[in-house]
């Protein structure tokens, strides 16, 4: 295979990763947003004009601006650490010993092959060592790596190294179940299947509390 092309089509339908974490360059956020903005913004004007379309016309003259405003300060926000929640610990002063569920969490991502979305829901488990999280703050984490080009696998292990990390116990459950517009809107074009991918920690690696959680994420 000489093709380099050919080579990054394999990667792409084959679905692979290339790393644990999201590929960024020592350099990532020496640039301001506005900077970053401004020059997708005229890169996003040559794609379009490449493409043919005019962009004299109203519906289209704005384009530039809002892909480079969505891209950084929307749909890749994720990516600068500036933007990671900060998470406040609480005492378990209600003594509450067993998993504590937060299910169908929203997920919104973009495939980092074609940027196009994934779309889905993470659940996610932990049974606290003795401190808890408010509960939007695991929301807010999912959303926060879910903000990235990613892959799923990625996605599914960062989220439970973060909610690990940020609740101090090792006994966490994600589940991420999530459609891949680069599966049914390109190439195969199958619209009925999604992805499930998952990682147990800690007491959730006990086939009985991995079996309950699954069944009451998914019931």
């Known amino acids: 295979m000489n093709n380099p092309l050919e080579t990054l089509d394999i990667i792409d339908d084959e679905h692979i990763g290339t790393s644990l974490e999201t590929p960024l360059r020592a350099d990532a956020f020496t640039m301001t947003d506005d900077l970053k903005i401004e020059l997708i913004q005229n890169h996003v004007k040559e794609i379009m004009h490449i493409l043919g379309l005019d962009l004299t016309d109203d519906s289209l003259s704005g384009t530039p601006y809002r892909v480079a405003k969505m891209y950084v300060k929307e749909a890749f926000s994720g990516l600068n650490p500036a933007n990671k929640p900060d998470v406040k610990l609480f005492e378990n002063k209600y003594r509450y010993n067993e998993m504590l569920i937060e299910k169908n969490i929203t997920l919104f991502s973009y495939c980092e092959h074609h940027f196009v979305p994934i779309i889905g829901k993470v659940h996610v ?8 999280i408010g509960l939007s703050k695991i929301n807010r984490l999912v959303q926060y790596y879910a903000k990235r080009p990613q892959v799923q696998e990625r996605l599914t292990n960062q989220v439970a190294e973060a909610l690990k990390e ?13 459609v891949h517009l680069c599966v049914s809107s390109r190439g195969i074009g199958d619209t009925n299947s999604s992805t499930i991918t998952a990682s147990y920690s800690g007491r959730f690696r006990d086939e009985k509390l991995k079996s309950e959680f699954i069944a009451l994420v998914t019931g």
């Open 125 to 132: 488990a932990y049974i606290s060592s003795g401190q808890v």
């Open 166 to 178: 940020a609740l101090q116990t090792n006994h966490v459950a994600v589940l991420v179940d999530a």
